[in-house]
C-alpha cells in the first residue's frame, strides 16, 4: 500500500468515525433546561470541536492499525474471503 493510498483510506476511517464520536456525551438544550429561542430543542448546550477532532484522531489511528495489520501483515483481503470457509 502506498503512502497516498493510506492516507486516502485514514481520511474516510476519519470521518467515518467522527460521524460515531459526534454524538457521545452530547448534552441537548432541554437536557439542561436552557432552551435558546430560536435554536432547536435538540441542539447541545457545549460543543468543543478540537475535543472531538482529537478523539476522533484517536480512534481513526487504532481502526486504521486494525486495518493495515489485517491487510498488509496478514494478508487478508476480499479475493480471501471465499477461501475462509473450507469446500466452497
Known amino acids: 500500500m502506498g503512502w497516498i493510498t493510506a492516507l486516502a483510506i485514514y481520511f474516510v476511517i476519519w470521518w467515518t468515525v ?3 464520536i459526534l454524538p457521545i456525551g452530547m448534552r441537548s438544550q ?5 432552551v435558546i429561542l430560536g435554536t432547536a430543542h435538540s441542539a447541545p448546550t457545549t460543543f468543543s470541536f478540537p475535543r472531538k477532532a482529537f478523539w476522533t484522531t484517536c480512534v481513526s489511528l487504532l481502526v486504521f492499525a486494525g486495518f493495515y495489520l489485517v491487510t ?7 479475493d480471501s474471503l471465499p477461501h475462509i470457509i473450507p469446500g466452497t
Do not use: K, Q, T
Request: proline share 7%.
Open 18 to 20: 467522527l460521524f460515531a
Open 30 to 34: 432541554v437536557d439542561d433546561d436552557d
Open 72 to 78: 498488509e501483515v496478514w494478508g487478508i483481503g476480499p
